[in-house]
T-cell receptor
Framework: SAVISQKPSRDICQRGTSLTIQCQVD?????MFWYRQQPGQSLTLIAT?????????ESGFVIDKFPISRPNLTFSTLTVSNMSPEDSSIYLC???????????FGSGTQLSVL | GEDVEQSLFLSVREGDSSVINCTYT??????LYWYKQEPGAGLQLLTY?????DMKQDQRLTVLLNKKDKHLSLRIADTQTGDSAIYFC??????????FGAGTRLFVKA
């Protein structure tokens, strides 16, 4: 299993600013992912964080808006850039140890943009 | 395409059984999961079933899989107030990508 620490747990931000969310896993994992969870909706995969290379983004998400870093096997960051109220959501970091493996999740970052 | 659907709400009395249902569309799904999310927390894996199984039991939890109808259910026996949470059905189609349903909010009345 893996324990994932995510911070900040919540933030209130002004329109036009950027927020970086950090995700730390307590063991080496193969895959790290970033999800968005909007109220009453399913989790939407933003991107797969690749170690040492550019993240792989899902349709509808772009690097300029959601830059992602993964400098090593246990750490990743997601930045929400040039925020607008539509970016208000919960952002979740997750990780798995391999193909077909179950996902472990951080506790999420509740973001509110004013 | 890939899609996972589940009802949004379920209300039960404490001590009764809860049954949460889910349908999925991708017949190549290899693993199907149930995750639980409590308020202010991330998702926690409750149980999972491999696609070549039709039932799995784990203490109070029973998972039933009808692969022909692409239907998955989670039964919680003797439901307690602590079981109140959002339950997500999810499928993995053999790669690294997991597709989630919208979640079923379970209310347990004392």
């Amino acid at each position: 299993s893996a324990v994932i620490s995510q911070k900040p747990s919540r933030d209130i931000c002004q329109r036009g600013t950027s927020l970086t969310i950090q995700c730390q896993v307590d063991s080496q994992v193969t895959m790290m992912f970033w999800y968005r969870q909007q109220p009453g909706q399913s989790l939407t995969l933003i991107a797969t964080a690749n170690q040492g290379s550019e993240a792989t983004y899902e349709s509808g998400f772009v690097i300029d808006k959601f830059p992602i870093s993964r400098p090593n096997l246990t750490f990743s960051t997601l930045t929400v850039s040039n925020m607008s109220p539509e970016d208000s959501s919960i952002y979740l970091c997750s990780a798995s140890t391999g193909l077909n493996e179950k996902l472990f999740f951080g506790s999420g970052t509740q973001l509110s943009v004013l | 395409g890939e899609d996972v659907e589940q009802s949004l709400f379920l209300s039960v009395r404490e001590g009764d059984s809860s049954v949460i249902n889910c349908t999925y569309t991708d017949s190549s799904s290899t693993y199907l999961y149930w995750y639980k999310q409590e308020p202010g927390a991330g998702l926690q894996l409750l149980t999972y079933i491999f696609s070549n199984m039709d039932m799995k039991q784990d203490q109070r939890l029973t998972v039933l899989l009808n692969k022909k109808d692409k239907h998955l259910s989670l039964r919680i026996a003797d439901t307690q107030t602590g079981d109140s949470a959002i339950y997500f059905c999810a499928e993995n189609t053999g790669g690294f990508k997991t597709i989630f349903g919208a979640g079923t909010r379970l209310f347990v009345k004392a």
